[in-house]
């Protein structure tokens, strides 16, 4: 299977900026599924880890040299040091590099395993450190979990930062990804026994927030314990987002924010899950003593936290591409979240909705039922900052050629079921196709049928869960296509294996296969709703 992503026409070149240049008119002729990776490449583009850092950090050489962040200047005289972990984090620290200079004195990054190899192969050659670097790199956790590699890094970025004075500043830098690269599970806890703490919390649908929380209680340098380790060095920290709201204490479990989940936080958790009963002794025994709550400075004044890139900002500019292609388009929200066959219903539901309004049917019981089904949804999944109220009036009086986009991002949870392989944007896009497909039986069949739809779903880091793909996409047509290759769709989500259905129907055509970006903000959903030709 090759890229879709890098076999994809230059509609146009990514504006780069959260800013529209005005709208186009593009020819029918192209497809949904080349406008929907149009937009998926742009969303990427904007995050990518070079222009998020140049616009977030420069060095001042006029008088005395600092380093400027936004509006804290930190003088600088070859004193400063460089640790980072993330999947993100190659790409930033080779930006960083560039703009140091000589400042530079020395470094360690975490980064995923073969990605160098992927970023040379891919041509992305500015995401990669300049020969004889000072930074040092090593690549870990394979299949984005914690192993003996991610291990070393840790060790070697908690002994830099502790060796660390108060003349030193500490340049932290940070992305998704982060958790499982920086593992140093509290003593006696062995690293596979923290894992496997963490895949059980993971399999039974625990949140992200949820598993940070039980992260930072088993682990050194989670939960400020960098921080704390560089203290009394400033410390200054960059982060990419990749956790819905971009709070600092959680993204990559907070490793430079003071947090201390209490005993009795992680043994809701943990009750919750059902786990308490098989826990390993050394857990048991780190979370009934003091030893995973360390002493420290709590109002942290030495460090400065700064977000510099986030969900919001990719979805801005595939908004602004979706309009330069003639779509009335709308971000439904940077914060999408729940269990994905619940999201899956919302976007079918808001797919109807869409079909049925922009078919003329502004009035009728079957209009009000699925826009009532639709609000109840919504208010029951409580995702944050998604308000359809007012989008609904709007979408009422479009006229009916016109095209819709609809965008959001965040990250949905699965309910592991079965033994299969997949990731949650697979899953999320295979079960949007059975809920379509089961509407199409309903009232709002006919109406379904007068247009085109495409739902695409996908991971800014150009990988879903353990798999070579980044997502996938999916129409109202896929599971009738797929019955006549002889794929059932509800006997492989029932195994949770989305990715050998995609794999197998029409040769992995509707898999994207982007290979590691350099970059991550969780995921990018697009819907796209046109018309079919009369």
Request: aromatic residues 4%; contains cysteine.
């Amino acid at each position: 299977m090759t890229s879709a992503l890098k076999a994809l026409p230059n509609i146009r070149r990514a504006c780069m900026i959260p800013a529209c240049q005005g709208q186009a008119s593009y020819p029918r002729s192209i497809s949904l599924w080349e406008h929907g990776l149009h937009l998926f490449r742009s969303a990427v583009g904007v995050v990518l880890p070079a222009p998020m850092l140049r616009r977030a950090m420069a060095l001042k050489t006029d008088g005395c040299p600092r380093l400027v962040v936004r509006d804290r200047a930190f003088p600088v005289r070859r004193n400063l040091y460089l640790v980072g972990f993330g999947k993100a984090v190659l790409g930033m620290a080779a930006a960083a590099e560039k703009i140091l200079g000589d400042h530079l004195i020395q470094g360690v990054v975490s980064v995923p395993h073969g990605i160098r190899a992927c970023l040379q192969q891919a041509g992305m050659e500015e995401m990669l450190l300049k020969p004889h670097s000072r930074i040092q790199v090593i690549e870990g956790a394979k299949h984005n979990l914690p192993d003996k590699e991610a291990l070393r890094a840790a060790s070697m970025i908690r002994e830099l930062a502790e060796g660390l004075t108060a003349d030193d500043l500490l340049l932290v830098l940070i992305s998704g990804g982060g958790s499982a690269l920086l593992p140093a599970p509290t003593p006696p806890i062995l690293l596979e026994e923290k894992e496997k703490v963490t895949k059980l919390l993971a399999s039974r649908g625990a949140t992200i927030q949820e598993l940070n929380t039980i992260r930072k209680a088993l682990s050194l340098m989670k939960g400020g314990g960098l921080a704390r380790a560089a203290y009394p060095a400033q410390v200054l920290s960059l982060i990419l987002s990749d956790v819905i709201g971009n709070p600092v204490d959680i993204i990559a479990s907070g490793p430079t924010v003071y947090s201390c989940p209490s005993a009795q936080d992680c043994l809701q958790i943990l009750t919750k899950y059902n786990l308490l009963s098989i826990l390993p002794r050394s857990v048991e025994t780190v979370l009934s003593s003091s030893v995973s709550y360390p002493s420290g400075p709590k109002d942290y004044s030495h460090v400065y936290n700064v977000v510099i890139g986030s969900n919001s900002l990719a979805l801005e500019e595939a908004k602004c591409q979706a309009e330069d292609l003639g779509y009335w388009t709308l971000i439904l929200s940077a914060a999408m979240c729940g269990e994905v066959s619940r999201v899956a219903k919302l976007y079918s539901q808001l797919i109807q909705f869409v079909c049925l309004s922009t078919a003329g049917l502004a009035e009728g019981p079957l209009r009000d039922q699925v826009r009532g089904d639709l609000l109840k949804l919504a208010a029951e999944l409580e995702i944050p900052g998604l308000n359809l109220v007012d989008p609904l009036k709007a979408l009422q009086g479009l006229e009916s050629e016109r095209s819709v986009c609809l965008l959001a991002g965040g990250e949905t949870t699965v309910q592991l079921r079965g033994n299969g392989k997949g990731g949650r944007n697979q899953e999320l896009a295979l079960q949007v196709a059975l809920e379509l497909h089961r509407a199409k039986a309903t009232g709002a069949g006919d109406f379904l049928g007068r247009y085109e739809v495409l739902f695409l779903s996908c991971g800014t880091d150009g990988q879903d869960g353990p798999t070579e793909a980044a997502g996938a996409f999916s129409s109202q047509e896929l599971v009738d296509k797929a019955a006549q290759e002889g794929l059932n769709v509800e006997t492989f989500l029932s195994n949770n294996d989305s990715y050998t259905f995609f794999s197998k129907f029409q040769n992995g055509h509707h898999l994207l296969l982007t290979g590691l970006t350099g970059t991550n903000v969780m995921d990018i959903q697009a819907i796209l709703i046109r018309a079919r030709d009369r």
